[in-house]
């Protein structure tokens, strides 16, 4: 299974952009998917999740301004973000949760994609 980001770049500060990922691969079934982040010096930090159902979960410093959201068909899921700020520049990484068998799950990642906000 491969996952690969697409969507960085450059924005200006207050500004939008969207991160996309594409999974591909032998796939029967995506259970969660996400979006983490890296910035330099920091901690990798989830950004926000999505299930198979479409239930979602943000990281306290994006809600209200990220918006995830997934094709299931597609097996993609994007990373909308709004009002970006300074502090969101980082590597983004796409994950996807499959399962394994009946009692576990796996969890692959992409190479990251990363952008810079401009004030």
């Known amino acids: 299974v491969q996952l690969v980001e697409s969507g960085g770049g450059w924005v200006r500060a207050r500004g939008s952009l969207k991160l996309s990922c594409a999974a591909s691969g032998s796939i029967c079934r995506i259970n969660d998917m996400g979006w983490y982040r890296q910035a330099p010096g920091k901690q990798r930090e989830l950004v926000a999740q999505i299930t198979s159902g479409g239930s979602t979960n943000y990281a306290d410093s994006v809600k209200g301004r990220f918006t995830i959201s997934r094709d299931n068909g597609k097996n993609t899921v994007d990373l909308q973000m709004n009002s970006l700020k300074p502090e969101d520049p980082a590597v983004y990484y796409c994950?996807?949760?499959?399962?394994?068998?009946?009692?576990?799950?796996?969890?692959?990642w992409g190479q990251g994609t990363q952008f810079t906000v401009s004030s």
């Open positions: 994950t996807a949760l499959l399962p394994v068998n009946r009692y576990y799950e796996f969890e692959y």
